[in-house]
């Protein structure tokens, strides 16, 4: 046999070896096998492989210089000629058959990178663990070979040198399984470990310390014991007295670092040998050691605390005994082994402690007490493991998986969370909110990650969770199915209204210069932060659509993730102008859109399941293309002319869905969306040229509209179609009305309406005689509620569409009047009176009061999950049918017949009064007087704004038709004309932002109008005077009645109608564009989508906002105002507010009495000399009378924050310095002085006055018996402020305060005085008694002999005496024994007796 090659031999040498060898012929150890060539493929498979030939190494064919290291060439993986992949078997087939389960995914769950690392596999036993080699084991009976070899190869020559080995498995049980002969130590007691020597718990039977391994010679391990056994031998020979004095001599000799070093050592040995044996048998106190295994002590005078046993503690039941013998097993972690164990038992919570949240793989809330086996997939987590499910910290960890697999099931479990969440599923079982404990966990950006997945499941199921978090379902089937409504397209922005300062400076911008410009604070900000006030806005701010674009046009996911993206981009551009024109405006995303998902020509399609989306025509592409067109007119017009979308619509239109080679219900949906989509563009007065080709079309559309109605299920699809048809044509309609648009602009929408034609009216008067047919069917069902509901939105979109007929047929000059007046007297008497007179419509007035979100507002609560930063409609659940928006709402239909009611009077006066018999209904009477009620006001939620400003529409056009019903007919009842005046007022201070030209109108036509104050004819005027001369709480009148004052205010109201429309004003750009709106100005129409309702229009204290206006212009500018504008504005403005104090007070009922006469303030404070005004006095004087009336004045309140002040002690300081330099002693100045100082107000307000404006005291000479409220308000309950006190006593005795000078707070502060100084409170502390003594006794030394009776002799208030007081005629028995018990002097007898 051949010797290996060994070091220091040359190449020659190895040439040589190799020259023997094949001279020899041996066989060779390794075969060389040559593979074929890959470029050959499979051809060179089949050769045999090479026997004969054999590389031989010849020296002279090597090169001389080594190879450049070069790179090798990239390997391409090719099949195993072995196994070869099959060609005709299903992949998905092969992965069911390989992963049977879930399970098989969530054990396999990977924390880090093992690829690299060798497995091997172990050798079948019948034991849990393979034998292994242990280092530390002694090699006694094995011969040691010289030289420097390897334990590995030591053990290796060990094991052929010995001719009879043990099996491993014999051996493992020899060691599990110890013989009956081993020696066995029980447990001892501390009390038996002090009474033991020290050697008598070991076996000595081997070494412990030497054992000699560091020796070389085979003899080493015997020589080891040899020393072993005679120092054994020597300790046995002596007794335990010399063995302590050996102990103690080697202590004393030996370093104490080595003496610490061997205890340390044998104790360590000890307890892990302890330790093993306790795990061994943890059901028994003792434990079995081999004889072996001998331990030698190693100090005999030190107690061995250390060995002490605790108390046994319950041991895990491991399916395996751990050994110590086996490797890396000498320090047992038992906290790693628990998974080698069972699941304990469930729990039983019995306690009402708090217990983690765990959701199942479809995001439902499991119980904690829950039992499901084990198979499904829900225990693959550590914490709690007997419990079912993952927590959210757990799904979190999954996420960051390296299994896609895993990743996206985390995702996925996270999107049915959220879902069920929003669906108020959880209810209160939860502590907190989820959503928010998802986004505090950093949730939205970790979908934003996953986004950039290169897994395609991984995205998909990111997309899923970013549209769960996102979209409301419900909110988008709302706002579908409302649209044909009143003004339906029109839609609040769906974004965050409470927004810090960096966004409140941005929403001052105007609109158009938001959506193309960022501000550089919000540029600057990170996205982290804008999505703590924002969501959209922080995801925006991560390129959030370049990555949704990359998806669809690179990756061309599957039929749900496009959809899934789609929505989420429907939901960003009902976001905002700024993330429409984002959307628009973001690099090929929108072409990408058109392109896939909007083709004119695809394949045909089948009614099942597609597996691509790419290149088919899809509805929610062509709604978010509707949905951008509503955000402004300009999105609509770009839309239009850079996209290609007039022959889209006119191929989507053209044909009927049936013929769409779609699926039905998509064939029907992309119809529909089409309709919405040019009614969006014809709103605008754009796309009009598309009237003209596809008229034939919209034709046969609408005359195929009764055959759908008559068919016995209505399909609610089909309706919806047929309802955005009718839109349409309503829109087109409209764009008819006028003759043509405005040009003057130079936008790109003003160009393109320059470069297309408009609508005519006669390609729209044809429309009429068809549509007309269709309402009456419709109204056929009325007296059928669950056929009528079924219509859905069809008879709404029939009404509108009549009232913009008659509207723009009005505006043709022309057309001879007479025609449309006949036409509308025909409607009139053949379908619109004897519908009014029909029962089944009074049923629908008398629901409006049930399904009346102002009358119910516990309807339009908060969603249960619901975040500040994320607005959504919260219509997950839907609606009941009894609702604003639930199916059987009478308030489309209702609104729909008001508008065009309302139309038909307008233009024909002669039919108003007929038509105005609607107003009549006893349901609607309820209703108003439900809505005029004083009720709390309404938390705006996005929800409520919604459903408020649909049901505003019914009442402003129930209004306005009761106005031109009481211009042109005999005089409304007096009871039907007030309520109509409240429900009016009431309105004015609902309207919420979009409304401008509603509120507008009503301040023109209702609000001040002389027919509305029946008050005015029926003795109101009268009455007010008789009522304030009966009332009890006020005192003497300041000017003349209030009944000459209310007549003068309705002679007056034209002239206050202007006063507040100038001081009303709302803004001019908002005012034009819902004046567009609301008027059917389409060309002037800027967007659809309105701003965000943060407030109504006007503020609660609308009627005082002129005295507001006066007093902020005053306060701004040093002149001040003309005073003949100051006069007339407040005059005004202070008739109209008496006239609602008088008449309507629930108008006033949500104006605080505080803000009511911090308002009265401000006309004092605008200049010097407006309060001197003898109209202003009176007014004021009226005014101040009503807040002081017993029902009022005890809610009047100067201690809560009033609105549009800082403070009440501010603007009473401030009052006072008027006062104090203008008033030259005013008494209805005085009195409004007067009127805060009462005792139950805060006492910050009498210190302002009697300690830094005491020379105001001279100017308050309002008598006693003008005084407003009595006199027993400012003297009860006794003044227990010390430092009032102090005051009050020094403006007394120095002359500041007089009895003719400011009579009414002279008896004030004498009450107090006395009061204080004859206190005889046991409670009192030691200051308040010093200082009550104190003031008593210079009390008693007055030398005004009139102010000192009146302390000591005070009795009782009475504003009917001179002074405000009654006396004693001498001191009653109390304060004298009181005044002897001071001693205040020595003559105190004789001056107590005199006095």
């Known amino acids: 046999m051949l010797s290996r090659p060994k070091p220091g031999e040359s190449e020659v040498d190895l040439l040589r070896f190799q020259s023997q060898f094949l001279a020899a012929g041996a066989t060779p150890a390794v075969q060389l096998v040559k593979k074929g060539s890959r470029r050959a493929g499979d051809a060179n498979l089949e050769q045999p492989p090479l026997q004969d030939h054999r590389d031989v190494v010849m020296l002279d064919s090597l090169p001389d210089l080594p190879p450049a290291l070069v790179p090798a060439p990239p390997k391409r993986a090719r099949p195993s000629p072995g196994h070869l992949l099959p060609e005709h078997e299903d992949p998905e087939e092969r992965l069911h058959r390989h992963d049977q389960h879930i399970t098989a995914v969530l054990t396999k769950i990977i924390e880090r990178d093992t690829s690299s690392m060798p497995v091997n596999l172990p ?32 053990e290796i020559a060990a094991r052929r040198a010995s001719g009879a080995k043990v099996s491993p498995v014999r051996e493992v049980e020899s060691i599990l399984d110890p013989p009956e002969s081993a020696m066995t130590c029980e447990a001892l007691t501390p009390r038996e470990w002090g009474s033991q020597p020290p050697w008598n718990g070991y076996s000595f039977q081997g070494p412990h310390l030497v054992t000699g391994k560091g020796l070389k010679s085979q003899e080493a391990e015997q020589e080891a014991q040899t020393i072993h056994e005679e120092n054994v031998a020597r300790l046995q020979a002596l007794a335990p007295e010399e063995i302590l004095q050996e102990q103690q001599r080697l202590l004393a000799q030996l370093d104490p670092s080595l003496v610490a070093f061997l205890k340390s050592h044998s104790r360590t040995r000890e307890q892990a040998e302890e330790k093993a044996i306790r795990e061994q048998r943890p059901g028994r106190p003792s434990a079995e050691v081999t004889g072996k295994e001998a331990i030698a002590p190693t100090s005999a005078s030190v107690p061995r605390q250390e060995n002490e046993l605790e108390p046994e503690t319950p041991a895990l039941a491991l399916p395996v005994t ?25 729990r039983r919570q019995q306690t009402q402690e708090r217990m983690q949240a765990r959701f199942s793989l479809q995001g439902e809330l499991l119980a904690p007490d829950i039992d499901l086996p084990t198979h499904l997939g829900l225990h693959h987590h550590g914490e709690e493991a007997e419990r079912a499910g993952y927590s959210l910290q757990e799904l979190f960890h999954l996420t960051r998986s390296q299994v896609s697999q895993q990743r996206a099931l985390a995702l996925h479990v996270l999107a049915q969370v959220i879902g069920r969440a929003q669906a108020g599923e959880f209810g209160d079982r939860l502590v907190g909110s989820v959503l928010h ?77 938001k959506a193309k410009t960022k501000s550089p604070e919000e540029g600057n900000r990170p996205p982290s932060d804008l999505a703590r006030h924002d969501i959209i806005k922080g995801l925006l701010a991560t390129n959030l659509l370049p990555r949704l674009r990359y998806v669809l046009e690179v990756t061309c996911p599957g039929p749900s993730v496009v959809l899934d993206i789609l929505t989420v981009l429907i939901r960003l551009a009902r976001h905002s102008l700024e993330s429409a024109t984002r959307v628009l405006e973001c690099p090929r995303l929108v072409e990408t859109v058109v392109r896939e998902f909007l083709p004119t020509s695809w394949s045909p399609m089948g009614s099942g399941p597609t597996s691509s989306l790419h290149r088919v025509p899809c509805a929610p592409a062509m709604k978010l293309l509707r949905v951008l067109a509503s955000a402004s007119r300009n999105i609509a017009a770009r839309l239009l002319s850079g996209f290609d979308l007039r022959s889209r619509l006119s191929r989507f239109i053209a044909e009927d869905p049936q013929d769409l080679a779609l699926p039905p219900e998509e064939a029907e949906t992309l119809s529909t969306e089409a309709f919405r989509l040019w009614a969006v563009a014809a709103s605008y007065g754009l796309g009009s040229d598309l009237y003209r080709e596809l008229y034939p079309v919209l034709m046969r559309a609408l005359q195929d509209v009764p055959k759908e109605l008559s068919s016995p299920p209505p399909r609610p699809l089909a309706l919806q179609r047929i309802a955005s048809l009718l839109t349409l044509l309503t829109q087109l309609t409209l764009a008819a009305g006028h003759i043509a648009p405005e040009n003057n602009s130079h936008s790109a929408e003003a160009s393109l309406l320059a470069g297309s034609s408009s609508v005519t009216w006669t390609q729209v008067s044809g429309l009429q005689p068809l549509v007309e047919p269709c309402l009456r069917q419709t109204l056929k069902l009325l007296p059928r509620p669950e056929m009528w509901s079924a219509l859905g939105p069809v008879p709404t979109a029939c009404l509108l569409f ?39 419509l009074g049923s ?3 629901s409006l009061g049930c399904c009346s979100p102002l009358c119910n507002p516990q309807s339009c609560a908060v969603a249960p999950e619901t975040i500040s930063s994320l607005v959504s409609l919260g219509c997950v659940g839907g609606h009941p049918p009894l609702s604003l928006a639930g199916s059987a709402s009478p308030f489309p239909f209702l609104t729909a017949l008001l508008s065009l009611l309302n139309t038909l009077g307008r233009i024909h006066k002669g039919l108003c009064g007929q038509l105005a018999t609607v107003l009549a209904a006893p349901g609607l009477q309820d209703y108003f007087l439900r809505c005029v009620a004083p009720v709390a006001a309404l938390h705006l939620t996005p929800f409520s704004a919604w459903a408020l400003r649909h049901e505003y529409h019914l009442q402003y056009l129930a209004l306005t038709l009761a106005q031109r019903a009481a211009t042109l007919q005999p005089p409304m009842s007096g009871t039907d004309a007030a309520l109509c005046h409240g429900m009016a007022l009431a309105l004015l201070g609902r309207l919420l932002p979009g409304s401008e030209h509603l509120a507008h109108e009503l301040m023109l036509s209702c609000v001040f109008r002389l027919e509305f104050l029946p008050e005015r004819a029926s003795g109101g005027p009268e009455a007010a005077d008789f009522s304030d001369r009966l009332s009890l709480g006020s005192g003497g009148d300041l000017g ?15 002239s206050i109608r202007s006063c507040y429309l100038t001081h009303c004003s709302l803004a001019r750009a908002s005012l034009l564009a819902s004046q567009a709106l609301y008027r059917g100005e389409l060309p002037r129409v800027p967007a659809l989508l309105l701003p965000v309702p943060k407030e109504p229009l006007l503020p609660t204290d609308w009627p005082f906002l002129p005295l507001i206006q006066l007093y902020h212009r005053a306060s701004d500018t040093l002149s001040g105002l003309p005073p ?44 010097s000399e407006l309060f001197r005004e003898t109209p202003i006095q009176r007014l004021v004087a009226a005014l101040l009378a009503r807040l002081c009336q017993p029902e009022v004045l005890p809610n009047l309140n100067l201690d809560c924050p009033l609105p549009g002040l800082t403070s009440f002690p501010d603007l009473y300081a401030n009052f006072l310095e008027h006062f104090e330099a203008v008033s030259f002693g005013d008494h209805l100045f005085g009195a409004l002085i007067l009127l805060p100082l009462q005792r139950r107000f805060s006492v910050t307000l009498r210190l302002a006055l009697f300690g830094e404006h005491v020379g105001a005291l001279r100017a308050l000479g309002l008598p006693l018996t003008q005084l407003p409220v009595s006199l027993e308000c400012y003297t009860a309950p006794p003044e227990d402020n010390l430092a009032l006190l102090q005051l009050y006593f020094r403006a007394l005795v120095t002359g500041a305060l007089r009895p003719r000078w400011c009579p009414v707070l002279y008896a004030v502060a004498v009450a107090h005085v006395n009061s204080f100084i004859f206190s005889q409170d046991p409670n009192n502390s030691d200051e308040i008694k010093a200082a009550c003594r104190s003031m008593l006794q210079k009390t008693w030394l007055l030398t005004d002999e009139g102010l000192r009776q009146h302390l000591l002799h005070y009795k009782l208030p009475n504003s009917a005496l001179p002074e405000g007081f009654e006396l004693y005629p001498q001191l009653p028995p109390l304060r004298q024994q009181y005044l002897q018990k001071l001693r205040i002097s020595g003559v105190l007898p004789n001056g107590v007796s005199d006095t």
């Open 123 to 154: 050798v079948s036993s019948g034991v849990a663990f393979p034998p292994v080699f242990h280092r530390s084991q002694g090699r006694q009976g094995k011969p040691v070979t010289a030289g420097k070899r390897s334990i590995f190869a030591q």
């Open 322 to 346: 751990p050994q110590k013998e086996w490797l890396h097993m000498d320090t047992v972690e038992l906290e790693k082994l628990h998974w080698t164990q069972d699941l304990p038992p469930l």
């Open 437 to 513: 404990l998802l986004l505090d966990a950093g949730f939205l950006f970790l979908l934003r990650f996953s986004l950039d997945d290169r897994v395609d499941g991984v995205i998909a199921a990111a997309v899923r969770a970013l549209r769960a978090l996102l979209v409301a379902p419900g909110d988008e089937e709302l706002l579908d199915s409302t649209f044909s409504w009143y003004h339906g397209a029109l839609m609040f922005a769906l974004m965050p209204s409470q927004e810090d300062k960096e966004d409140e400076d941005e929403d001052e911008a105007p609109p158009a210069e």
């Open 802 to 840: 009549l009232d913009a007929y008659y509207q723009a047929w009005s505006q043709q000059p022309g057309l001879c009047p007479e025609d449309w007046l006949q036409d509308m007297e025909r409607l009139s008497e053949g379908l619109l009176l004897p519908l009014l007179k029909h029962p089944s």
């Open 844 to 846: 629908l007035w008398d």
């Open 1040 to 1054: 003349c009645g209030r009944g000459a004052l209310l007549a003068q205010a309705c002679q007056d109201l034209p």
């Open 1124 to 1167: 003949a504008d100051t006069v007339g504005t407040a005059l005004r403005a202070l008739q109209w507010v008496l006239v609602l104090e008088s008449w309507r007070p629930r108008v006033l009922w949500a104006v605080s009495p505080a803000a009511r006469l911090a308002r009265l303030m401000c006309v004092f404070l605008v200049d």
